[in-house]
Structure formats: structure tokens, C-alpha cells
């Protein structure tokens, strides 16, 4: 499982290499593709098989995100109709929204910022 997980991982990680290597696209819009990219394979139903498959492999990068955002509104449609496409996606990735904010602090605490040049 650990050996499915490096390569599909491995794999989404090339995929984003090469864009930042071969593409004029910033690094900002690659993540922001990424995480659309696993909302719209996830909403056609491709994303939930590899998933099974490679397990943190495919949840772990920013298609991941995508995909737990997906299934969060998938779930708030489901228990609250069209006010649930509004909150299930918050609701579904609000534990990883939640530590990013809270490493993020602390990082903020720990590091010093300084003049890039």
C-alpha cells in the first residue's frame, strides 16, 4: 500500500513539475488547478477509484483537497438541498482548513520575515 501510495503521490507531484518547468503558468495557478482538477474528476466520478487505490497517495496533494471539498458538498446537497452545495465543502475540509491556520500560526511565531532582496 505504502509503494501504491509513493508512485501515485510521485506521479501527481511530476505532473506539477513539469507544468512549472514547461508552462508559463505560476506556481499559484498550478495549485489552484490541481484542486479544481480533483473537484471536476471527482464530480464525473474518476477521482473516488483512485483514491481506493493509492490511498494518501491521491488525498494528500491538492487534488486531494479538491476531492474533499467535492465530497463535502456532495454530502451537505444531500443532508440540507442547495444550501448544502454553500456550506458542505467548508464543512467536509474544515479539519485541514483548521491545521493549516493553526501551523500556519505557529510557524508566524517561530519565523522571522525579511526583505527578499
Same mark, same amino acid.
Given at each position: ?31 489552484? +488547478?490541481?484542486?479544481? %482538477? =480533483?473537484? &471536476?474528476?471527482? /464530480?464525473? *466520478? ?6 481506493? #487505490? ?28 442547495? +444550501?448544502?452545495?454553500? %456550506? =458542505?465543502? &467548508?464543512?467536509? /475540509?474544515? *479539519? ?6 493553526? #501551523? ?14
Amino acid at each position: 500500500m505504502i509503494l501504491k501510495a509513493f508512485l501515485i503521490g510521485g506521479l501527481i507531484c511530476v505532473l506539477g513539475q513539469l507544468l512549472i518547468d514547461y508552462t508559463s503558468m505560476t506556481p499559484a495557478r498550478i495549485l489552484v +488547478l490541481f484542486v479544481t %482538477m =480533483g473537484v &471536476v474528476l471527482t /464530480a464525473f *466520478g474518476l477521482y473516488e477509484p483512485l483514491v481506493k #487505490f493509492a490511498g494518501a497517495g491521491a488525498t494528500v496533494p491538492l487534488t486531494g483537497f479538491g476531492y474533499t471539498l467535492a465530497k463535502g458538498v456532495e454530502q451537505g446537497v444531500q443532508e440540507h438541498g442547495l +444550501l448544502g452545495a454553500l %456550506m =458542505g465543502g &467548508v464543512t467536509g /475540509a474544515s *479539519g485541514g482548513i483548521a491545521a493549516a491556520i493553526f #501551523f500556519g500560526f505557529i510557524v508566524s511565531l517561530i519565523s522571522r520575515s525579511g526583505d527578499k532582496s
